[in-house]
């Protein structure tokens, strides 16, 4: 009932200062969840999530680890689902962030007022989440919806990571950065927000093996590579292939170059404002590369060498490569 919703609150709050605590990441705080550490930043929105989140069989979940694509997904499945709403000269992507257009579940759900916003939102709904599978709302697990899971190797997404954290830093009034040396290490030990990268996309890789038809996997460097490869199998797996008089016009053509890193880049420097999480990040903070490889830049060949060996010895007969 709605009377026992801020004991829950309180519950959560209590519940997540119990949890154990890993500061090696200031100003990010880490907290084991469930096995995972999580930010704690997201720790109540995803406790209410799990409990409140009523998933439909309609909606569409967007999932990834941090750093391997999330904006760019995000931005490509927003453009696809609504372009007969939304014409290209005048789109709500020139003045939203994409992480603005679609909500992150473990974020919203923080306020229970934005959870029940997402409840009365019309079909179909296209929500995203960094949450490993085992910790989606059994609502999720259970319901059928379409999952699209976007990775990326390994090595480039913690240099992504380590300079996202040096903007939470700076844009959080503080001085003392990550030494990348360090963050290696939580890497390779999996702690990092939303827990290993590993278990991350196997999760969601078991998910598509044992469910066929349910999970779109995609990986950044191939979306890098094609990207209207990727984008013509988001919009079938969306259920909302283009069409021949699209495909004419060059509907799928608009949507890359709109979504492009060079164009989402400039409109966010543009715009340059805050935004989540919390208001901290800015728009801009999305954008950095957008390359593949930039580990060369960072990572010693023995660095490069341990990774590689862990991702081998994880991946090990799953039939997925990074
Ligand atoms: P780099 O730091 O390697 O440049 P996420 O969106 O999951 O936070 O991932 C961020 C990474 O995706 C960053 O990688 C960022 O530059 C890149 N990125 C963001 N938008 C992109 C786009 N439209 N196309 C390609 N890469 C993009």
């Not at 929105?45 to 799990?50: D, H, L, R, V």
């Not at 974020?107 to 997402?118: A, M, V, Y």
């Not at 805050?274 to 728009?283: E, F, H, L, Q, W």
């Not at 801009?284 to 060369?296: F, L, N, P």
């Amino acid at each position: 009932t709605e009377e026992s919703l801020p004991t829950d609150q309180e519950f959560h709050h209590d519940l997540v200062s119990s949890l154990p605590l890993e500061e090696g990441m200031s100003p990010v705080r880490l907290r084991k969840y469930q096995g995972v550490w999580m930010s704690e930043y997201f720790l109540v929105g995803t406790m209410n999530a799990q409990r409140y989140f009523k998933a439909r069989p309609t909606d569409i979940l967007l999932a990834s680890y941090p750093k391997c694509g999330t904006t760019w997904l995000k931005a490509l499945a927003f453009a696809t689902m609504t372009r007969i709403r939304h014409s290209f000269a005048c789109h709500p992507l020139h003045r939203l962030n994409p992480h603005e257009c679609v909500p992150l579940l473990d974020e919203i759900s923080g306020s229970l007022e934005s959870l029940s916003e997402i409840d009365t939102a019309s079909d179909p709904r296209l929500i995203s989440t960094h949450l490993p599978f085992s910790l989606l709302p059994e609502s999720i697990k259970g319901c059928g919806c379409r999952l699209i899971y976007v990775c990326r190797e390994p090595k480039d997404t913690l240099v992504s990571r380590w300079h996202y954290h040096g903007k939470i830093v700076t844009n959080m009034g503080k001085s003392e950065v990550i030494p990348f040396e360090k963050m290696f290490d939580m890497f390779c030990d999996d702690i990092m927000p939303s827990g290993s990268i590993w278990e991350h996309v196997l999760g969601y890789w078991n998910e598509k093996t044992q469910t066929p038809g349910r999970v779109l996997f995609l990986k950044y460097e191939e979306m890098l590579e094609d990207p209207m490869g990727a984008l013509t199998r988001l919009a079938e797996f969306m259920g909302c292939p283009f069409t021949e008089e699209e495909l004419r016009v060059g509907v799928p053509a608009e949507i890359v170059n709109l979504c492009s890193f060079g164009n989402l880049r400039d409109l966010a420097v543009q715009q340059n404002r805050r935004i989540s999480p919390g208001g901290i990040m800015t728009t801009e903070s999305y954008y950095r590369k957008g390359a593949v490889g930039d580990w060369r830049n960072h990572l010693s060949p023995e660095m490069a060498e341990k990774l590689d060996q862990i991702t081998a010895t994880k991946l090990q007969g799953t039939g997925l490569t990074l």
